[in-house]
């Protein structure tokens, strides 16, 4: 079974700062990597997904299948970036349906 | 839009009592999800459905029903609550493809004394 971890729960970080959540996974296949947020008073919602790979909102995340990691970065945190964060997985192939399993969060608080 | 809603907003039970969650989500999407939300465990399935007519179980299905006799909603059924089901419930819902955006609801608190 596949699993995702976030190792840090809380994260701080000055406004301007560059800023790393990491995200590790463990799935023998080739799956698909998400980075849902969750800001205060809002509903979650999709970030970012590896098979895209975009850039939201200054966030970028590389999948590193090597390292069975994809961290999402920012070079120049705001403000605003607070929030919930979650990584989740889906192991792809037609029977996934979608199904996502997500890491523990993270929450990033950016400070003035 | 509505989006994805859920009904109710907040709940308190006491232990032994049902309740139904309604999901309902006006984008026409076929698969639609349950998830639990706790602290320092991210967000469980709890259960599924990948079309009207049909369900499967996640990752934490004990002690949950569901059912989906609409395609734009998703009920989830607590028979006899426990304290342990005191969470922060979720819903989202998909179209049909393995990589697609979930679209969630605002959740449902529900606090079983």
């Known amino acids: 079974a596949q699993r995702v971890t976030q190792p840090e729960k809380l994260l701080s970080v000055f406004k301007g700062a560059p800023v790393e959540l990491k995200c590790n996974y463990s799935?023998?296949?080739?799956?698909?990597l998400f980075w849902y947020v969750q800001y205060s008073r809002q509903r979650l919602q999709l970030l970012l997904r590896?098979?895209s790979r975009e850039s939201i909102k200054g966030f970028t995340a590389d999948l590193n299948k090597g390292e069975t990691s994809f961290h999402l970065k920012k070079p120049f945190a705001q403000e605003e970036d607070s929030a919930m964060y979650y990584c989740?997985?889906?192991?792809?192939?037609?029977?996934?349906?979608?199904?996502?399993?997500f890491g523990q969060g993270t929450i990033l608080t950016v400070h003035p | 839009n509505a989006g994805v809603t859920q009904t109710p907003k907040f709940r308190v039970l006491k232990t032994g009592q049902s309740m139904t969650l309604l999901c309902a989500q006006d984008?026409?999407?076929?698969?639609m999800y349950w998830y639990r939300q706790d602290p320092g465990m991210g967000l469980r399935l709890i259960h599924y459905?990948?079309?009207?007519?049909?369900?499967a179980k996640g990752e934490v299905p004990d002690g949950y029903n569901v059912s989906r006799l609409k395609k734009q909603n998703f009920l989830l059924g607590l028979e006899s609550a426990a304290p342990s089901q005191t969470s922060v419930y979720f819903c989202?819902?998909?179209?049909?493809?393995?990589?697609?955006?979930?679209?969630f609801g605002p959740g449902t608190r529900l606090t079983v004394l």
């Open positions: 989202a819902s998909s179209y049909r493809a393995p990589y697609n955006e979930q679209f």
């Open positions: 459905s990948v079309g009207e007519g049909t369900t």
């Open positions: 984008m026409n999407h076929e698969y």
């Open positions: 590896h098979i």
């Open positions: 989740a997985l889906n192991p792809g192939g037609g029977t996934s349906y979608g199904k996502l399993t």
């Open positions: 799935y023998s296949g080739s799956p698909e």
